[in-house]
């Protein structure tokens, strides 16, 4: 099981004394709380892309570069990479070059982003986006697969004899989750490829998400890449923790009801009814996300927003102590000992490339036989 966070990297003035860093100070604060995360035990950090204020991650091959250089342990994500408008080209040999200066602690998560306008800022049409996604993944996949491409289709000009550098590391590309809160096709993506599928749930009611991840399970086994139950999920979460449950109410309310993404609407007591959204004590954490799994069955990837709604840099780092401290190891624990054997862990990139080097041999093996 794996444990992380994820920040879209808001800009947002913090409503309890009207101060809003500048974006100097955002980024530079995504990078202490990226070495924060590796610091606690987490095993997993992952930024946004956005291309338009107030978030600041339009680069985050950039921004993980830097911190691959300051980690060791830590998995290199995405929340996401967007599929739909960025060059699919450009996708492949930016992450293969971030897999090699991280040794391969990386994956990413592939989207088409909740902004509509990006779209014509890079050339696409909003009401392509599901064919846009699938068709730019699917060349995509053979830039990272073979050597040399010949390809053509829809949405961007001929490639011939083309080969993107460098290749992955190993021979074996990053790990890709699909991540998606509305949308089959791309739940029905993922389970094609056999690749994972990322419900970022914290906006919407755990029945929808249901629907969703019983749909692309269902879809993963069709597909013969095993059974439904081992086909591999991450969930999002959120949470703002203190020792004392009703400290944690006091001081996130101001937060929650002026936060840009969910505040004027919902109490927050109706959202953390309704959403993952926990607030109060680490072990009230620890039992709302133990439901997770009860509603979604087991999962490899859990990651948390800590970061968000203009929470001060040091009130986050004190709330990744919490959860790196009190509830991680508790949740891992728990979540590890439920996991039936055959449920696998999620991939990295020691196992992908043992997975890998198996195949070749069974194949090897099997050319020499005939």
């Not at 009207?18 to 995504?30: L, S």
């Not at 095993?226 to 400290?247: E, H, N, T, Y």
């Not at 954490?285 to 997770?292: A, P, R, S």
Request: glycine share 8%; hydrophobic share 40%; aromatic share 10%.
């Amino acid at each position: 099981m794996q444990f992380g966070i994820f920040t879209v990297g808001d800009v947002t003035t913090d409503p309890t004394n009207g101060t809003t860093p500048t974006e100097h100070e955002r980024i530079k604060a995504m990078v202490r709380i990226a070495l924060k995360a590796e610091e606690v035990g987490l095993d997993v950090f992952a930024t946004g892309e956005h291309h338009n204020p107030p978030f600041v991650p339009s680069s985050p091959t950039t921004m993980l570069g830097h911190i691959a250089a300051q980690t060791s342990k830590l998995i290199l994500s995405t929340s996401t990479t967007l599929i739909t408008t960025n060059d699919p080209v450009k996708i492949a040999e930016d992450f293969a070059m971030l897999q090699h200066l991280a040794d391969g602690r990386v994956d990413l998560m592939m989207g088409r982003g909740n902004t509509g306008p990006v779209y014509p800022w890079f050339g696409q049409d909003i009401r392509q986006g599901i064919p846009l996604a699938i068709e730019n993944y699917a060349l995509l996949r053979r830039l990272w697969r073979e050597d040399v491409v010949d390809w053509s289709g829809k949405f961007r000009t001929p490639l011939q004899g083309f080969t993107s550098t460098p290749r992955p590391l190993d021979g074996v590309p990053p790990f890709v989750w699909h991540g998606s809160i509305r949308s089959p096709e791309i739940a029905e993506q993922a389970a094609y490829y056999g690749d994972g599928f990322f419900a970022n749930h914290i906006f919407w009611p755990t029945s929808h998400f249901q629907q969703l991840i019983s749909f692309y399970r269902q879809r993963f086994e069709h597909y013969g890449h095993g059974s439904a139950d081992q086909a591999i999920v991450g969930l999002g979460g959120q949470a703002f923790i203190r020792p004392k449950s009703q400290d944690a109410w006091n001081e996130f309310r101001p937060y929650f009801d002026n936060a840009p993404v969910y505040g004027h609407g919902p109490s927050l007591e109706e959202f953390t009814e309704q959403t993952p959204l926990t607030v109060g004590s680490p072990q009230e954490v620890i039992d709302k996300t133990l439901t997770f799994r009860e509603n979604f069955g087991d999962y490899q990837r859990q990651l948390f927003l800590m970061d968000h709604a203009g929470l001060p840099l040091k009130t986050v780092l004190e709330q990744l102590d919490l959860l790196g401290e009190q509830v991680i190891p508790v949740l891992r624990k728990e979540l590890d000992s439920l996991r039936p054997a055959h449920v696998p862990d999620a991939p990295t990139h020691a196992s992908l490339k043992a997975a890998s080097a198996e195949a070749a041999s069974v194949a090897a093996s099997m050319e020499a036989s005939v």
